[in-house]
């Protein structure tokens, strides 16, 4: 059987729930590994939120954080690192051009957090783990560079004016998303070059694994780019409507419910018929 790439995605994916792998999950994935396969996490978060993961399934290949905007390897330096940023720049200009509709934000370099002001109700969403640093205040004074992510809580109903203003000055430079559902007012500003699928393309070169033999799981609306690289995309049954109108597969299970291990134990016994 040919040698697969496996790209899980997180929250609503792999995880049961957004801080819990079931160890009857890791252990099956292991042993999907044991075969001979390769496994790639491929998530919103950042590396400090997702190493935790990584390390359970006992993983040695590159990660994939920022949505496709950070991939490393910190295991082999001689893996060519994506790192795709958001210019200070047009950071402040947002920010300056948008005081009203905004109530707070943060922005990350790698593992390190700038906050533009204390809030107790933030707090769940910064993943302040390991050895990152916490910044708060202006942007002007704290932010030391370009950025791999940028994420503004507007003010309730102001969202899509930020979105408006992002695509009337920075169209082709800068896209936002909206993270929907009880997070609406949450909008990301990202790079059109920032997709998991880009970043997917390149871990699969990486290992010389063809797009053919690539399968990848997800739910998200920012999962897309990378389900339709792959040579199969499969979507969780709480996928977003979009993925699942793109998806080769739309598992009939949830996160919650074993999608991942039922899909590959049929899909590996298939192979495995059609190679005896």
């Not at 997702?50 to 910190?74: E, Q, R």
């Not at 990378?226 to 995309?233: C, H, Q, S, T």
């Amino acid at each position: 059987m040919k040698k697969h790439l496996i790209a899980l995605d997180l929250d609503g994916t792999l995880l049961y729930d957004w801080k819990t792998l079931r160890p009857e999950t890791a252990d099956f994935l292991k042993a999907i590994k044991k075969q001979g396969h390769e496994l790639v996490i491929a998530t919103g978060r950042p590396y400090r939120s997702a190493i935790k993961f990584y390390n359970a399934l006992d993983l040695n290949a590159p990660i994939i954080n920022y949505n496709g905007g950070l991939v490393s390897w910190k295991e082999n330096p001689d893996f060519e690192e994506i790192n795709i940023t958001v210019e200070k720049d047009a950071v402040i200009d947002i920010f300056n051009n948008n005081t009203d509709h905004i109530d707070n934000a943060f922005c990350e370099i790698k593992d390190d957090i700038y906050l533009m002001r204390e809030s107790v109700d933030i707090m769940e969403l910064l993943h302040f783990f390991g050895n990152a640093t916490l910044s708060i205040g202006d942007f002007t004074e704290t932010l030391p560079g370009d950025t791999n992510g940028v994420i503004i809580i507007a003010k309730e109903n102001h969202g899509h004016l930020i979105e408006a203003y992002v695509a009337e000055h920075y169209p082709g430079k800068l896209m936002t998303r909206n993270w929907g559902s009880s997070y609406q007012f949450i909008i990301e500003v990202f790079t059109p070059h920032t997709n998991k699928g880009r970043a997917l393309k390149h871990v699969a070169h990486t290992f010389g694994i063809s797009r053919e033999n690539i399968l990848a799981f997800g739910d998200g609306h920012n999962d897309i780019e990378m389900l339709e690289y792959a040579g199969i995309g499969i979507a969780m049954s709480n996928a977003h409507p979009e993925l699942k109108a793109i998806a080769d597969v739309v598992s009939p299970y949830s996160n919650q419910e074993g999608a991942i291990e039922t899909f590959l134990t049929s899909y590996f016994k298939n192979k495995k018929a059609v190679s005896d």
